[in-house]
């Protein structure tokens, strides 16, 4: 099970650059997706996700507007369009494979999200 | 949106017990799921839904919940530990992720 990033680079204040994540090694159609982002020297922030069938997509409020996510699950690949980009988006941006579902037992049952595949992710820098 | 709030950093004898909490609204809703993170590395899935560990992360990890408090709680912490954790959950209008502010686990 592997997820590979691609596209990131050095980039002017509102130009646009478009990420790639190639899946290997599961289903992948059979799992939303996810795009997070981690600036130098700080936390993790949520992205983007996707579902399966392209049919749900949500964006954190920071991107919303300027950054679209899609797929291709005849290609296993995920993508992250970037538009009107600022210095603030600068990080390293992960791919993350969604996992989620239902569990317990005895009627005591309770759904469950997470993100149990990530990639190794891929550098933009945003800067003039 | 929601936020989910950790403690910066704690520290934990090697061998000893030390529990990472993350506060927030949403997790009054939703299960927390926790990351770790070395240095230099990708995020690693360690427990998600009420006490879930992905196969290959040692049983010395394990997760709680009461109100709007999620818990990792590391038992006999080992050298490999040392990392920061975060927590993440949907937020409360179930249409977007947030992860925790983090903490830096230091094993001494």
């Known amino acids: 099970v592997q997820l590979v990033e691609s596209g990131g680079g050095l980039v002017q204040p509102g130009r646009s650059l478009r990420l790639s994540c190639a899946a290997s090694?599961?289903?992948?159609?059979?799992?939303?997706m996810h795009w997070v982002r981690q600036a130098p020297g700080k936390g993790l922030e949520w992205v983007s996700r996707?579902?399966?069938?392209?049919?749900?997509?949500d964006y954190a409020d920071s991107v919303k507007g300027r950054f679209t996510i899609s797929r291709d699950n005849a290609k296993n690949s995920l993508y992250l369009q970037m538009n009107s980009l600022r210095p603030e988006d600068t990080a390293l941006y992960y791919c993350?494979?969604?996992?989620?579902?239902?569990?317990?037992?005895?009627?005591?049952?309770?759904?469950?999200?997470?993100?149990?595949?990530w990639g190794h992710g891929t550098t933009v820098s945003v800067s003039s | 949106s929601s936020e989910l709030t950790q403690d910066p950093a704690v520290s934990v004898a090697l061998g000893q017990t030390v529990r990472i909490t993350c506060q927030g609204d949403s997790l009054r809703t939703y299960y927390a799921s926790w990351y770790q993170q070395r240095p230099g590395q990708a995020p690693l899935l360690v427990i998600y839904?009420?006490?879930n560990r992905p196969s290959g992360i040692p049983d010395r990890f394990s997760g709680s919940s009461s109100g709007s408090t999620a818990s990792l709680t590391i038992t006999g912490a080992q050298a490999e530990d040392e990392a920061d954790y975060y927590c993440n959950s949907r937020d409360s209008s179930g249409n977007i992720y947030v992860f925790g502010t983090g903490t830096k686990v230091t094993v001494l």
């Open positions: 996707i579902s399966w069938n392209s049919g749900s997509v």
């Open positions: 839904g009420r006490n």
């Open positions: 993350a494979k969604d996992l989620e579902g239902v569990a317990g037992t005895g009627g005591d049952y309770y759904y469950y999200y997470a993100m149990d595949v």
């Open positions: 090694g599961f289903t992948f159609d059979d799992f939303a």
